[in-house]
């Protein structure tokens, strides 16, 4: 079966980087060669790879995926994705599809033994190993981009994405994916607080609005939100602001110091210490590196 998706993948993705497919939620993700680990921001979804091999990094703590095992994630997280093995003979070939909380939610309500539980949360990533259940409704998800009837996808596509959500509720990370459907959960409230910092990355972070905005005390959201993201608010503010410079330094052609003003650092002197600690090098040199790199290594 793993044959399969990897020949499947590979008819329907020519170009290296990521693909979206005529399924929703769906894409694909190729590369020719391996990479140098890359700070990414990642969403919330689940990653099947077919062929190669790639690591993800969060904080100090690597996650190694393959063929038969597959990454979750269930918040937006600050990581840095590496792959680590791929060639023009054998490509890197990863199947990504996104999660839905209302799709989660809904299969819960159906069929899930003890439906939506309270728990404390956990580390918004884990890897697990692929149940050949769970693999065969992957392909067959998969198969569907090769069907030229675009009713076969409107229609069977929210039935293969049910089962696999169903197949992973009942495996070893339905935790995680529980705590992603439960409006009132702790991952929940933590999730709002991440969009709160997303969309007011530039501003100065006061951790007390914050929380109270997520409706939990200081201490408890420092202490959930570490859990879930391996870091404190403030460190997930920080890597939120140098990727968005980073990408308006690329996407838009603007300046080192342009861009630190953009996302809310007042002194450039600091914005190039604080970016060239998180990527290596500073602003100028890591772009021009970034745009001759192929795209796959910085989606």
Not at 96 to 109: K, M, S
Request: charged share 25%; with cysteine.
């Amino acid at each position: 079966m793993i044959e399969r998706l990897a020949r499947i993948l590979a008819d329907n993705c020519r170009n290296d980087g990521v693909t979206e497919t005529d399924v929703p939620r769906v894409h694909i993700l190729r590369s020719v060669t391996p990479t140098e680990a890359v700070p990414i921001l990642h969403k919330p979804a689940v990653c099947f790879v077919a062929q190669g091999r790639k690591q993800t990094t969060l904080a100090d703590q690597a996650y190694l995926y393959e063929p038969m095992k597959f990454l979750i994630v269930s918040v937006d997280l600050p990581i840095a994705g590496q792959i680590l093995e791929a060639s023009p003979e054998i490509p890197y070939l990863c199947l990504r599809l996104d999660l839905e909380p209302a799709a989660i939610a809904d299969v819960i309500t159906a069929a899930v033994p003890g439906g939506l539980r309270n728990e404390e949360p956990q580390r918004g990533i884990a890897v697990s190993d692929v149940p050949a259940q769970l693999l065969d409704a992957v392909v067959r998800l998969a198969e569907l981009l090769e069907s030229g009837r675009e009713s076969d996808r409107a229609v069977l596509a929210p039935l293969a994405e049910r089962e696999i959500l169903y197949r992973l509720l009942l495996g070893e990370q339905g935790d995680r994916l529980r705590q992603i459907a439960m409006a009132e959960s702790k991952l929940s409230q933590i999730n709002k607080a991440i969009a709160i910092i997303k969309t007011q990355y530039d501003r100065a972070l006061k951790i007390e609005e914050v929380a109270a905005q997520v409706h939990m005390s200081v201490s408890s959201f420092h202490q959930h939100f570490k859990t879930v993201t391996a870091m404190s608010p403030l460190q997930y503010q920080k890597q939120v602001r140098l990727q968005e410079a980073r990408r308006l330094m690329i996407a838009q052609a603007l300046d080192a110091a342009s861009a630190g003003f953009s996302v809310g650092y007042e002194s450039p002197s600091q914005f190039s210490r604080e970016y060239a600690r998180m990527f290596g090098l500073p602003p100028k040199k890591d772009v021009e590196k970034m745009k001759a790199m192929p795209a796959t290594s910085w989606q």
